[in-house]
């Protein structure tokens, strides 16, 4: 009986120390992304990625489904483009004639564009 009270007691605190940890944990710059921004952004800014880039992948997540309104060139589909701007890692955004690597966050994004 005691066994047993240990045993539930021991996955309820467990569960209880999980969904702490994916609350705390939570992409919260996911929640900053509307359809405004990501329009803004789209204005301000070209995102070049390609089909595939795990990167890419992360990038576009954190947009949800306004990802939709970003200007994007795909490398895979649209080579030239990317061979005319020196495109060498994706994702690439390029902002004001600035080239900037990898994953950038919302908070990056939001400060070299204004939006």
Not at 41 to 60: D, P, R, V
């Amino acid at each position: 009986m005691v066994k047993k009270s240990v045993l539930i007691t021991t996955i309820i605190i467990s569960i209880i120390l999980i969904f702490s940890v994916y609350i705390l944990r939570g992409d919260k710059t996911h929640i900053d992304v509307n359809e405004t921004f990501a329009k803004c952004l789209a204005s301000e800014s070209i995102m070049y990625m390609q089909t595939g880039c795990h990167a890419c992948k992360q990038q576009e997540d954190l947009f949800g489904d306004n990802y939709k309104y970003l200007s994007i060139v795909n490398c895979l589909e649209e080579p030239l483009k990317c061979a005319v701007v020196e495109i060498e890692a994706t994702p690439t955004w390029i902002i004001n004639g600035q080239k900037y690597e990898g994953v950038q966050t919302i908070e990056k994004l939001k400060e070299v564009t204004g939006c």
